[in-house]
């Protein structure tokens, strides 16, 4: 009994010892980090940054897979059923979590049980813009021609239900202009089809559309945000265009499988304070036309409490669809 007892003992010992190993090997193979968003835009840029320098800190490749859908809700969910092992993380954004969990026919993502909150990376500037051959010169033109229009005006979305889809929400009942939100899939083909002249208007990430302002293909009616852009100081802010008190600004960070242990998050969470706050890498994030803005994984989660608080009067607010 004694021999099976000391057996019995020597085996657990080495099978604790066994995961503490694994533990502290973590990472030993590939991550993945999926992106909810097609490629072109602010999250599929700051992802490829921030999983460029998560590869070399950790010492294994960081691939970005990109799976756009449902608000930016496709990937979390694909994400949240993977084992909670460290190596599936995802990108999530305002709409997917802090909007999504307020809609009637929301997609079937819950963010507090599904999702682990690991790293707040940056405050995306959303823009309405215009393409320089639509005669809208201002916000308060295109205001004007939409309250003329039978049925409004329409403009592009990243998608049904994110930041910018509500932001436009916002924008139309607050200017009293009706306009009529048209889907895609992410920010970039909705710029796409802007440039094409298949829509008046796009409301989308600054990362998007500032290549083709700078260059003089599109004009920026207005940011989103309460200030302007530090990374486009020269575009005014809707409140400034004559929407008074209007500010919808959208941020962006990473997240984990539900239940992925303290040691991990803990590892990857240290990883990202560092990476963030390295000059270099703020000026690549600047450099996509969004701003550097890191908060920890309780941070995180406490901000994105206020921020389910403050969208879900907006969502309330919304018309409602007939029965």
Request: net charge positive.
């Amino acid at each position: 009994m004694i021999c099976v007892f000391l057996r019995a003992a020597a085996s657990a010992a080495i099978g604790l010892c066994a995961l503490g190993a694994q533990a502290q090997a973590y990472p030993n193979k590939p991550i993945t980090l999926i992106v909810p968003f097609a490629a072109g835009a602010s999250a599929d840029g700051i992802a490829r940054v921030v999983g460029r320098e998560l590869s070399q800190a950790l010492g294994q490749p960081v691939v970005v897979d990109n799976k756009p859908g449902a608000g930016g809700a496709l990937g979390l969910m694909a994400m949240a059923k993977q084992p909670p092992d460290g190596y599936t993380m995802a990108l999530g954004a305002t709409g997917a979590i802090a909007i999504n969990p307020h809609l009637p026919d929301a997609p079937p993502l819950k963010p507090r049980q599904d999702l682990m909150p690991l790293a707040k990376l940056a405050d995306i500037p959303l823009v309405f813009v215009t393409s320089s051959t639509s005669g809208y010169g201002n916000l308060q033109a295109f205001i004007g021609a939409a309250r003329k229009t039978q049925g409004g005006l329409s403009y592009g979305t990243a998608g049904q239900y994110t930041a910018q889809h509500l932001s436009g929400e916002l924008l139309a009942g607050m200017a009293n202009a009706p306009m009529v939100a048209v889907p895609y899939r992410g920010s970039g083909p909705a710029v796409t089809d802007l440039l094409g002249g298949m829509v008046p208007a796009a409301m989308v990430d600054l990362t998007s559309a500032y290549p083709h302002i700078k260059a003089g293909k599109l004009v920026a009616l207005g940011v989103t945000s309460a200030s302007r852009s530090r990374a486009a100081p020269d575009i005014p802010t809707i409140a400034e265009e004559g929407v008074k008190g209007y500010s919808a600004p959208a941020w962006m960070g990473l997240f984990l499988p539900a239940r992925t242990s303290a040691e991990i998050r803990a590892k990857l969470s240290g990883t990202l304070q560092a990476i963030m706050a390295n000059p270099a890498v703020q000026a690549q994030i600047q450099g996509l036309a969004a701003e550097p803005a890191y908060l920890d994984g309780p941070q995180f989660g406490a901000f994105i409490d206020k921020e389910s608080r403050k969208w879900a009067s907006v969502v309330a607010a919304l018309p409602q669809p007939a029965k």
